[in-house]
């Protein structure tokens, strides 16, 4: 069965520090991969996305990136943190045939 | 792009059925999904609908009509654990997997 490992679950980081999330995946090859933030009290906002290892789509202009360095890896970086890049950070995984999405635990991160 | 319709919030008594209406639209579709989230967790998967139809899955229930661009989730004999929100969410032919704002549910005693 598919296990998807998000870490941190929570992370406080200064203005202007840098960041860095990973999600990993197990039990699953070439997955579709994505990156959500959702605000407190939002829906999720759709981030990043991949369908394949090294094809990064990107949904909305801002001081993030992403990297699938690996098949089942992904990865949110940003050089430097705004305020406004607080929220809950998820990522989701689609399965082999992609009939099912599951999603990692999530990293709550504030940004102070 | 795509744009993803549900209703903000629903109000039910335990035991009763509800029904949580989605309507979306996209270029190119490959898929509609439905998450229970609660509040401060992450999403947890409910069902997946490619093809028009019904899919049960205990009590719940996901239904699609792709040529209306219509689902709905119905949630059967509601028990207090159900209040959450709801979310839909679409699937585009190129992968890409947009969210509606999602359907607050409060079950009431």
């Known amino acids: 069965s598919q296990t998807i490992h998000q870490w941190p679950a929570t992370l406080v980081q200064p203005v202007g520090s840098p960041l860095s999330l990973e999600c990993t995946v197990e039990g699953t090859s070439n997955p579709n991969l994505y990156w959500y933030r959702q605000a407190a009290g939002r829906g999720l906002q759709l981030l990043f996305y991949s369908v394949g290892i090294g094809q990064i789509s990107s949904e909305v202009p801002q001081n993030l990136s992403a990297s699938r360095p690996q098949d089942r890896q992904f990865i949110l970086s940003s050089k430097k943190l705004l305020l406004s890049d607080s929220g809950f950070y998820l990522c989701l995984t689609g399965s082999g045939m992609n009939t099912e999405a599951f999603f990692g635990q999530g990293t709550r991160l504030t940004v102070v | 792009g795509q744009n993803i319709d549900q209703p903000t919030e629903m109000t039910a008594t335990e035991g009763a059925i509800v029904q949580i209406n989605c309507t979306y639209q996209?270029?190119?579709?490959?898929?509609l999904f439905w998450y229970q989230q609660h509040a401060g967790e992450a999403p947890t998967f409910l069902s997946y609908n490619v093809l028009d139809g019904l899919e049960e899955k205990g009590r719940f229930s996901s239904f699609l009509s792709r040529s209306k661009g219509y689902s709905y989730l119905l949630l059967k004999e509601l028990q207090m654990k159900d209040s959450a929100s709801y979310l839909c969410a679409v699937r585009s032919s190129w992968g890409k997997l947009q969210f509606g704002a999602g359907t607050q549910v409060v079950v009431t005693p």
């Open positions: 996209t270029s190119g579709f490959n898929g």
